[in-house]
């Protein structure tokens, strides 16, 4: 302390220019959260405020969660039908200059200061992709992001899609109205059900922890551990499952994080979903909003998540009980018809009166209903056909 005192001192009176004792003190604290960890950090009045009014689902900017790493911004998930979604910013992706500003040396709430703006307003963002070989810059229109958080839509009869794009206080709320619609729109109760946590970057714990309870009858669903009392916590399933036991089938990506992990962790633990995509971004630790005097807060890690087998998220993330790749198939793959008799030159004729199709035509069924095909989303098209296999083994083990 004596050694921060003389800093200060030094500070205020050899510093080329005169500087504010409010602002030094800030940025001391500043210094020390961001020596802990990445997620550790000051929120002065203005940064309370935005994260107060951000976890109701309504916030200004961009649209993306990030992180810091090697002292640039790192793209955690971009979120749903935002600025940044639609401009083509992917999870992974490293910013390293905001308009003509270099990102390195920044802190995190620096960058997420320019990030946010006035909305129409415009920002070039600089970013570096794996795969590769040059940056790319990508102009974002700033806009009001409203996050709906919850999406959903039938595959096929009997078959849910369910896509979760944040965790708010409500989203467990949500998605169960929205499955009671997706039956109704079945005409039964649901065979099987695609839960897309995919790009999800977390979000309220509550929000998680009701989620997955939706699903489990019982048993624990995550634990906490830290060094004070109030960070250690039990969550535990009630009864009940709003698919009533129908397979389940969870989709991840890198961009999967915190409470998205929270989720698949559970499901996977008790067995009740089967886990597909890639390893998740591996962020399991609870950062608690401890309010300070004039309208500030820190946000500090508390604790470590852990699965109800006992597994840390934290830099490791969920592994997969299938790993499978995102690709994309291109439009010549698409469009190529598998060769049939009826193609070859001076095939023989049905021998029943019927008229032989020309390979393009089709009828106006056919036309009409377009199933999922594996160049509109290969994961989830795999999902698909993963929750058809579990249906017809689920019947015949009865």
């Given at each position: 302390l004596r050694t921060c005192s003389d800093v200060f001192g030094r500070i205020k009176n050899d510093y080329v220019f005169d500087v504010d004792d409010k602002e030094l003190i800030e940025n001391a604290i500043r210094g020390m959260l961001s020596g802990l960890d990445p997620h550790s950090s000051y929120l002065d009045a203005e940064q309370f405020t935005e994260?107060?009014?951000?976890?109701?689902?309504?916030?200004?900017?961009?649209?993306i969660e990030v992180g810091m790493e090697n002292g640039f911004v790192k793209v955690?998930?971009?979120?749903?039908?935002?600025?940044?979604?639609?401009?083509?910013?992917?999870?992974?992706?490293?910013?390293?200059?905001?308009?003509?500003?270099?990102?390195?040396?920044?802190?995190?709430?620096?960058?997420?200061?320019?990030?946010?703006?006035?909305?129409?307003?415009?920002?070039?963002?600089?970013?570096?992709?794996?795969?590769?070989?040059?940056?790319?810059?990508?102009?974002?229109?700033?806009?009001?992001?409203?996050?709906?958080?919850?999406?959903?839509?039938?595959?096929e009869p009997g078959f849910g899609y369910l896509r979760i794009s944040q965790f708010q206080s409500k989203s467990a709320e949500n998605m169960v109205d929205a499955i009671e619609d997706l039956k109704k729109e079945n005409k039964a109760p649901l065979q099987g059900l695609v839960l897309d946590l995919r790009n999800n970057p977390g979000g309220v714990v509550n929000g998680a922890v009701a989620v997955s309870d939706a699903f489990l009858k019982k048993g624990m669903i995550v634990y906490t551990e830290g060094r004070i009392a109030d960070s250690r916590l039990r969550f535990n399933a009630t009864p009940d499952d709003v698919i009533d036991g129908a397979p389940l089938v969870v989709l991840v990506n890198q961009g999967s994080a915190s409470a998205s992990e929270i989720v698949a962790g559970a499901l996977q633990d008790h067995k009740r979903a089967i886990i597909v995509g890639v390893q998740t971004f591996g962020k399991g630790s609870v950062q608690t909003i401890l309010p300070l005097s004039s309208d500030s807060a820190l946000k500090l890690t508390t604790a470590r998540y852990y699965t109800p087998s006992g597994r840390s998220i934290q830099a490791e993330g969920i592994t997969p009980d299938i790993e499978l790749e995102s690709i994309k198939v291109s439009s010549v793959e698409r469009n190529i018809e598998p060769l049939k008799e009826a193609d070859l030159s001076g095939h023989l004729e049905n021998g029943n009166g019927k008229h032989d199709k020309k390979a393009d035509e089709k009828s106006a069924d056919e036309e009409e209903d377009v199933a999922l095909s594996p160049a509109d989303d290969y994961m989830l098209y795999e999902a698909l056909n993963l929750l058809k296999g579990l249906v017809i083994l689920q019947e015949r083990m009865q």
């Open positions: 994260l107060q009014v951000g976890t109701t689902g309504q916030f200004g900017g961009l649209g955690i998930a971009p979120i749903d039908d935002t600025p940044a979604q639609r401009a083509g910013v992917e999870a992974g992706d490293l910013v390293i200059r905001l308009d003509d500003t270099p990102v390195k040396g920044m802190t995190l709430n620096d960058a997420v200061k320019i990030m946010r703006g006035k909305p129409g307003s415009d920002i070039e963002l600089t970013i570096v992709r794996e795969g590769l070989d040059q940056p790319l810059k990508i102009t974002i229109t700033r806009d009001i992001i409203k996050v709906k958080s919850v999406r959903a839509r039938m595959l």
